[in-house]
């Protein structure tokens, strides 16, 4: 079975702060994970993934296979960054449905 | 262009009625998705359209629940004999073509409240 853990319900940080949102996961293969961002009032949307390995709005995550982690990270936290975050998980079965862990919630003050 | 969207946004009705929720995917996109979002919780994937077909309908809780994809475009999702913990909001997604490659585009979502 597949797991997607994300430790932190709630994230308060101050703008120019260092910022990271835990995930950690359970698979048996090689899995596929996403990072998604829920801004206030917006609909879900993909913020970055592991396969890509680039950077959104500043923000990366680094797939650790070993501690089975994909920690979002940001090095200053700006306020509009304030938002829903889910981590991800799809398997490799060919196509992509989705495995969220429950969500940390950014807050991010001036 | 024009989003994935979903109608109602909200609907509201009383334990045991049936109830249809609607999705309209990005044109061309041939991959569906419906997944189901508990108030605290992240989306938990419900059941996945290529085309006409339901190629992956496991996250279905029970057989209350069926969804179809007539012509591999509009998406409805059913529930009969509603109950209350069928409360939550209903998410569609589509993308492209299936495949981790393609990213799935969601919609605003169905808030569903069982009274």
């Known amino acids: 079975a597949q797991r997607v853990t994300q430790p932190e319900k709630l994230l308060s940080v101050f703008k120019g702060a260092p910022v990271e949102l835990k995930c950690n996961y359970s698979y048996s293969g090689s899995p596929e994970l996403f990072w998604y961002v829920q801004y206030s009032r917006q609909r879900l949307q993909l913020l970055l993934r592991h396969i890509s390995r680039e950077s959104i709005k500043g923000f990366t995550a680094d797939l650790n296979k070993g501690e089975t982690s994909f920690h979002l990270k940001k090095p200053f936290a700006q306020e509009e960054d304030s938002a829903m975050y889910y981590c991800?998980?799809?398997?490799?079965?060919?196509?992509?449905?989705?495995?969220f862990g429950k969500g940390t919630m950014l807050l991010v003050s001036p | 262009g024009a989003g994935v969207s979903q109608t109602p946004s909200n609907k509201v009705t009383e334990k045991g009625k049936y109830v249809e929720l609607r999705c309209d995917p990005i044109s061309g996109h041939t991959a569906l998705y419906w997944y189901r979002q508990s108030l605290g919780q992240g989306p938990e994937f419900l059941i996945y359209f290529q085309g006409t077909g339901a190629a992956d309908d496991s996250g279905l809780p029970n057989d209350r629940f069926f969804a179809v994809r007539p012509e591999g475009s509009v998406s409805t999702l059913k529930i009969q004999r509603t109950e209350r913990g069928d409360s939550a909001v209903y998410l569609c997604a589509s993308s492209l073509l299936a495949g981790l490659a393609n990213e799935q585009f969601f919609g605003p979502g169905t808030r569903l409240t069982v009274l």
């Open positions: 991800a998980l799809s398997g490799n079965s060919g196509y992509s449905t989705l495995t």
